[in-house]
């Protein structure tokens, strides 16, 4: 069973620091493209980061650029996005989501390209 699972969301301060974890389990993650992906009340789910399953292509949004940085561990079949210098706009449920490309250099920030996804972890920014 294909499956996505996504841990370190929490609460944290302005300015903290917060790594989110995803851990795949039913395939290897290691040929798969992953993103992560961030969805606030009221608004439409957004591309954070991706990460190309040669690991040679990362791609941030500008909102998250210079503060998160993705990286993956293949040996562990995880993923994961460290969160520096949060800001009161970054709250949201973060999911990772993945999709398969022949092509190991390509990740992709659209979501409507993904094709697996967790269940999301919640990230709260508050003093």
């Known amino acids: 069973q294909v499956q996505l699972v996504e841990s370190g969301g929490g609460l944290v301060q302005p300015g903290g620091s917060l790594r989110l974890s995803c851990a795949a389990s039913?395939?290897?993650?290691?040929?798969?493209?992953i993103g992560w992906f961030r969805q606030a009340p009221g608004k439409e789910r957004e591309g954070v980061s991706c990460?190309?399953?040669?690991?040679?292509?990362?791609y941030y949004g500008d909102s998250v650029k210079g503060r998160f940085t993705i990286s993956r561990d293949n040996a562990k079949n995880k993923v994961y996005l460290q969160m520096n210098s949060l800001k009161p706009e970054d709250p949201a449920v973060y999911y990772c989501?993945?999709?398969?490309?022949?092509?190991?250099?390509?990740?992709?920030?659209?979501?409507?390209?993904?094709?697996?996804w967790g269940q999301g972890t919640l990230v709260t920014v508050s003093s």
């Open positions: 989501a993945t999709r398969y490309y022949s092509d190991s250099l390509i990740c992709d920030l659209d979501n409507r390209a993904m094709e697996n």
């Open positions: 039913g395939f290897a993650l290691r040929f798969y493209a």
């Open positions: 990460i190309s399953a040669s690991e040679d292509t990362t």
